[in-house]
């Protein structure tokens, strides 16, 4: 592999047919490319029968099409699956699939790390290094979908894609807006929008311009009715208070018939399911279409929080049902294998910490 070639998974389509033009060659050759890479799975230029022999080995002079690698597939009893995904200086994402009757969800990663310092989350205490690559993120939906198929029965096998793994997607704005693009596009996974999900602990500027450039669904790590308790939970909410993040989110629904927020709420026995804090979350949303999803916590080593007793949980789901929210209380899936929400560790030799590093990427 040489060091200065292009890696053509970090182009989405309109890249590719700026690429393309500047090789003399027409713009509709980007499509032809994209069916063989994200359609057939091929990486090798020299199978790619519909490019003339001289443009295919333009191509593999000048170019690549690399994926990042899987170490290790683990499979849980549920029949989710989990995989570690090399990078680079002994760096490992993570990304998880979770299989259910209706749908097929594949989690995939961001950042390697995060800076954020959740205090519920496990990737929160491996620190933070870098931003994925383009060709990083899509190239985990990429290696799912070549390890698991791309059909099933008839049916679709990874039918949405939710950025709910490592890192905040926000702070690698870039890079996260092309690959949405390729995961919709349809030479691309040709996934409906509606079921590629952004999930943020709330970057509020970032918010504002993702409305103008994606339509993504829009989840949001909220975990509090209140700053002083989320500024506990999710220290970003000191930037970025709890009224800011909530205008920034009706703004990104605003005139969108049939949209709306997902609501994120981990909880936490004895910090955030009290009866008091189910009527507070649901006073703070009622203005705006939501849907809330309630995540029991999953433990990690060292940890100090506990999560809520089963009673605990229907009780707060009943109350917001009972204020009209609907409310789902999230199953837990692949926690024999360290999959479950808020906790993905992959292997991470951080270089920037913590809230300082997050203000820094936000701009």
Known sequence: ?????????DLDRRDLETFFVSMG?????AAQLMKWIYHERVVDFAAMTDLSKALRARLAETTEIRPPEVILDQGSQDGSHKWLIQ??????????????????????????????????????QQGFNRNLT???????????????????????????????????PLLNFANVVKATDLMQDDFGFGISKRRVTLSTAGVVPALYRL??????????????????????????????????????????????????????????DGVNDS???????????????????????????????????????ARFQAILMA???????????????????????GQVRARGRRLAR?????G
């Open 1 to 9: 592999m040489a060091a200065d070639k292009l890696n053509l998974f």
């Open 87 to 124: 990078l680079d200086s002994g760096n490992c994402i993570e990304t998880v699939f979770i299989p259910e009757p209706d749908r097929g969800t594949l989690c995939v990663s961001s950042q390697i790390g995060c800076p954020l310092d959740c205090a519920f989350c496990a990737t929160a």
């Open 134 to 168: 383009v060709a990083e993120i899509i190239g985990q939906v990429w290696q799912a979908s070549r390890l698991l198929g791309d059909v099933r029965n008839g049916d679709r096998i990874i039918t949405n894609v939710v950025l709910m793994g490592m890192g905040e």
């Open 25 to 29: 060659e027409k713009p509709f050759r």
């Open 275 to 313: 009866e008091q804090h189910a009527k507070a979350l649901a006073a703070l949303i009622r203005d705006i279409p939501s849907k809330v999803n309630l995540i029991p916590f999953n433990p990690f080593p060292n940890t100090r929080y506990r999560r809520s007793e089963p009673a605990a949980i």
């Open 323 to 345: 204020l009209g929210l609907t409310t789902v209380v999230r199953k837990t899936r692949g926690d024999d294998i360290a999959a479950a929400c808020g906790q993905l560790a």
């Open 211 to 268: 409305r103008e450039v994606s339509e993504v669904s829009l989840a949001v790590s909220l975990h509090a009715p209140d700053d002083a308790l989320r500024n506990e939970l999710v220290p970003l909410n000191r930037k970025y208070p709890i009224a800011e993040l909530l205008a920034a989110c009706k703004h990104y629904i605003a005139d969108k018939p049939h949209r709306r927020i997902t609501w994120e709420y981990v909880l936490l």
């Open 358 to 362: 997050a203000a820094q990427l936000a």
